[in-house]
């Protein structure tokens, strides 16, 4: 009997083998490689596409030679900014005016409701412009040519290429001028607002390369440009040896900083004002290297890494950014627009790591350039972050979600100023939270329930006591308002948004008499929240708000015309331009029982049909994909994020262009992450649909990912 039974052992052994082979997790995925086929490669100077390094609270913007040597001058060429979370100024005589002066009543139910929609007075323009971002720095490459002259002209660079290594933070470019090679790495330092690079050419010993620093006054203007060259007498530049550092003290009326300088070779003040020149030792074989770094407090001592140590530390925060989190493959597909997803899908992580990852929601062009003063949109900042939180790494939105508590002053404000309960949140804001006037922001409601849906990502993250009592002000508070924001209609016994509203699709007009009721987004987002709220509060152990689960029941239903969702309730219903933001309400957000997946899927045809791509934003291809994989279409899906048209286009750097004003377009980068993730890894209750929910299911794309996280 006992060879039997050794037998009878053996067989169960190999089938228990054969079980867990069957079982096995899928190998992993090789992340560098993943990574290092998406590195950007340059081979010209193109002012439109310049690369970045930085670490979501600073960024530098350079072109091809490494530095900021040849900035854009053309529209829709990108300046070439220094930039850091803190670099904030104020003109001057920006509090000569009242917040007060910009005010306008609306009738809203029985009462004046006051928003800040006066745009045209001189109060409006010096808040709105006040405070901005600034630029920190002007980082070149000073080149001379044989007879002394200093290049201005990038074309008479030869051989240029440039190389940006995701897996190492490094960018190396090289090229020749007048025979002679120039190479130049440039690396950010992952936890300072501080920037390296080394240049090793024969031209530094000839005193002929050089590393020049120019300093501006602000601009201070609504689009892209940051500097200001005119004004040199307006601003203070004084150079100082302290410690063995040199330090550059700034300062521009009440804003002062400090800027110190780490460098193997030496530094002086240039004939130009506000210019300070880095050069090597004359005669010298040896590159030239030079650690930037940008100091808030210019009282604190000097202090500046070398150019080794940064290279260190970006090495290794960025393989461990690449390592840790989600990571998607689809190599494997037959396919052929799968490596240009996959590339979107590298080059955006990497991009919304630099620009959007701040203690503040960003602005819409991040820290590479200024867009709207430089402000944050609120209601933007569920497209730039809320993916991370897909892409396992939250940390990275939680960087943010401090700062929503600390202007809770401010938008307590807000509310009790139009007399309602609770906080509402500013749409264009400054690092004080004070809202921008604006004839359309004001009336933007859609950035309300954002911070319960980043408070509800934490949870799922972390589903302990710590992290409810760490939210529960901000979805309370939060949930207090859009209560008391919607108003009951008593004839249809429902409850309404508006009108003295704009919706998401922002090209209808709040302000008229007839306003804007009920949109299709709004309503599901209001809906979802005020439950998501009322969650928080069963897992307090505390009794519901009876007030928000009465506004979240009898919410009015979506509009239904022709047989699709219209984008408002009243005329005229739909407009076929701008953002189809009714689609988010069944593709961002999950299914609240309010929207029917039929209808929405002949709306989603209805849009695919009939609306005019010219005018759409970056973001608007990523919700299509999303309502396209919740309601069943995977073809449509993969369509939708990759439709060929100008503002869907992704430049080799990864950036997605929209327009001169806005050169770089951030939430288009964040929502293709988002959408990409739930592609993949689905969302609630997509169980019975498999894996990779969103891709279609024909073979033709082959999607293995780790690490991502399921969207609500």
């Known amino acids: 009997m006992r060879p039997r039974i050794l037998v009878l052992l053996a067989v169960v052994s190999a089938f228990h083998g054969l079980a867990a082979a069957a079982d096995a997790e899928p190998p992993s995925i090789d992340r560098r490689r993943l990574v290092e086929r998406h590195d950007p490669r340059l081979d010209a100077y193109a002012p439109e596409c310049p690369l970045s390094v930085g670490n979501g609270e600073f960024a530098f913007t350079f072109d091809i030679t490494g530095l900021q040597t040849f900035p854009g001058e053309r529209p ?3 300046p070439l900014g220094t930039m850091a979370q803190w670099s904030w100024h104020a003109f001057p005589d920006a509090d000569r005016y009242r917040y007060a002066q910009t005010l306008r009543d609306y009738p809203v139910d029985g009462r004046f409701v006051s928003y800040a929609t006066d745009m045209e007075s001189d109060a409006a323009k010096a808040l709105r412009a006040n405070p901005h971002r600034f630029n920190l720095a002007r980082i070149g490459l000073r080149l001379l040519d044989e007879q002394g002259a200093c290049l201005q002209d990038a074309a008479k660079l030869e051989q240029a290429t440039q190389r940006q290594s995701l897996w190492s933070g490094e960018a190396t470019s090289k090229f020749q001028f007048e025979g002679k090679t120039v190479r130049v790495q440039t690396l950010a330092h992952p936890s300072l607002e501080a920037v390296a690079f080394s240049v090793a050419s024969p031209l530094v010993g000839a005193q002929r390369a050089a590393i020049e620093i120019r300093f501006a006054y602000p601009a201070g203007v609504w689009g892209p440009t940051v500097d200001d060259w005119s004004a040199p007498e307006t601003h203070r530049t004084e150079l100082q ?56 407090d210019a009282t604190q001592p000097p202090s500046a890494p070398d150019f080794a140590a940064v ?38 992580q990497y991009l919304t790591a630099i620009h959007c990852a701040g203690s503040m929601p960003p602005q819409e062009t991040g820290l590479a350039c200024n867009s709207w003063f430089g402000k944050a949109h609120l209601e933007m900042h569920w497209w ?35 007399s309602y309960k609770g906080v509402r949140w500013p749409k264009m804001t400054g690092p004080d939270g004070v809202s921008s006037p604006s004839e359309v922001g004001e009336l933007l409601i859609w950035q309300q329930p954002h911070p319960i849906y980043f408070a509800e990502l934490a949870y799922r993250r972390k589903p302990t006591r710590q992290t409810l009592e760490q939210y529960r002000q901000i979805v309370a508070e939060t949930a207090e308002f859009m209560a008391d924001y919607a108003r009951y209609d008593g004839l249809g016994k429902r409850y309404v948004l508006g009108p003295v509203l704009i919706p998401a699709q922002e090209c209808y007009d709040g302000r008229g008499q007839s306003g804007v009721l009920n949109p299709t987004f709004e309503l599901a987002y209001w809906r979802w929240a005020l439950r998501t709220a009322n969650a928080w509060q069963e897992r307090l152990g505390e009794p519901i708000n009876q007030r928000w689960s009465d506004v979240a029941e009898g919410i009015a239903p979506p509009n239904v015309r022709d047989g699709v969702y219209t984008a408002i309730e009243n005329a005229p219903f ?22 029917d997946p039929r209808i929405m899927r002949r709306t989603l045809k209805d849009v695919d049909a009939q609306w005019q791509w010219p005018q759409t934003w970056g973001w608007d291809y990523p919700m299509m994909a999303m309502t396209a994989a919740r309601t069943g279409q995977r073809g449509a899906a993969i369509d939708s994020l990759l439709r060929d048209t100008p503002k869907n286009h992704y430049l080799a750097n990864g950036h997605c262009r929209q327009a001169d004003r806005l050169p770089i377009y951030l939430p288009a980068n964040g929502g293709l992450l988002a959408a990409a993730a739930m592609m993949a890894a689905g969302w609630d209750g997509s169980e019975p649909l498999g894996h990779a929910p969103g891709f279609p299911n024909d073979g033709s794309w082959v999607v293995r990912h780790e690490g991502l996280q399921r969207m609500p």
């Open 76 to 78: 829709g060429d990108l």
């Open 241 to 296: 040896l302290r410690d063995g550092v040199v330090r550059v003290l700034r300062e521009m009326d009440s804003t002062r900083y400090a800027v110190d300088i780490h460098t193997n070779g030496s530094c002086r003040l240039a004939d130009a004002p506000h210019t300070i020149v880095v050069e090597g030792a004359s005669g010298s074989g040896e590159p030239l290297e030079c650690v930037v770094s940008f100091v808030a």
């Open 311 to 348: 290279r260190r530390e970006a090495r290794g925060h960025w393989q461990k950014f690449w390592t840790n989190g989600g990571a998607m493959d689809l190599s494997a597909s037959s396919d052929p627009r799968w490596r240009e997803l996959e590339r979107r899908i590298v080059l955006s």
């Open 384 to 418: 730039h972050a809320a993916h991370f939180a897909l892409w396992g790494r939250f940390e990275l939105l939680e960087r943010s979600l401090g700062w929503y508590q600390q202007i809770l002053p401010a938008a307590r404000a807000i509310a009790a100023r139009q």
């Open 574 to 595: 739909t407009l076929r331009h701008d953002h189809p933001s009714m689609l988010a309400a069944l593709g961002v957000l999950p299914d609240v029982g309010l929207i």
